[in-house]
């Protein structure tokens, strides 16, 4: 979730990008995924200038909220039924979702993770307490800030520069990591944790993150089934083209092979 920010500041955590209609069959050729002729680029130039964003800016949008998604889908939650890089609600961007409600910020979108800090505080076990009950709920927040931080790390692995405002994502994981934490500094350790947990799981699948933030620009808003066949589309055609180039790689071998001549 990307908070909105002023046009001039150029970095809001979930830009919106030019409206338009697309599948995850353009996907893998760079930005010509976001249109095909002259007519197509002025439009995405149009909207962009409406919104007065730039396409750099854009691209980081989509890329933050794709990061969220990933990992959604990594840890197996399954909870954002939506993602949107269109501007609404005070956010550039946001991840939507009824089981996501908890860790949505307020408005009307849902509760507040504070909120939901407040209720669960006096639940929680006290030193010398067995915490096996409450092991659901320590995982729960451990999976939650993961998932609240990796919008901000795939940026950081995929793009140059900082990322972009992302102050209420870090706010909700502060108050989610306090119903484990003491202190200050156990808090910002325990988030370097969940970041460096979301590097690893974003790692293996920054191709098809690339492709999909093409995909993500072009439909603007993407619901869960079209997430979910858009991530299969995607994954498979990478699969395809590295076994061609495999392929390749070993008609090459045996070609070699062929006209070597043992002395």
Request: aromatic residues 4%; hydrophobic residues 40%; negative net charge.
């Amino acid at each position: 979730m990307t908070e909105e920010i002023p046009a001039d500041d150029g970095n809001a955590e979930s830009a919106a990008s030019p409206a338009g209609s697309g599948t995850a069959a353009g996907v893998g050729d760079g930005n010509a995924g976001l249109g095909g002729g002259p007519e197509e680029v002025d439009e995405y130039d149009q909207l962009l200038a409406v919104l007065g964003r730039t396409e750099e800016h854009d691209q980081r949008v989509a890329i933050h909220e794709l990061g969220h998604v990933f990992v959604n889908r990594l840890i197996g939650n399954s909870s954002i039924s939506e993602v949107t890089i269109n501007p609404g609600d005070g956010f550039e961007g946001l991840c939507r979702g009824a089981r996501r409600a908890a860790f949505v910020s307020g408005g009307g979108r849902g509760v507040d993770a504070s909120d939901i800090r407040k209720v669960l505080q006096s639940l929680m076990p006290r030193e010398g307490e067995d915490r096996r009950a409450k092991a659901d709920v320590f995982q729960s927040v451990l999976d939650a800030v993961t998932e609240l931080m990796a919008g901000e790390v795939a940026e950081k692995m995929l793009l140059d520069g900082e990322p972009t405002s992302s102050g209420d994502d870090r706010r909700q994981a502060r108050e989610l990591a306090a119903l484990i934490c003491k202190t200050g500094p156990a808090t910002d350790r325990f988030i370097l944790l969940c970041e460096q947990q979301a590097y690893d799981l974003l790692s293996p699948y920054v191709g098809v993150l690339m492709s999909m933030q093409i995909v993500l620009r072009i439909q603007r808003t993407m619901s869960d089934e079209e997430i979910d066949r858009a991530i299969a589309t995607v994954v498979a055609r990478q699969a395809l083209a590295v076994e061609h180039i495999r392929r390749k790689q070993w008609q090459r071998i045996i070609a070699n092979a062929a006209v070597f001549k043992p002395e």
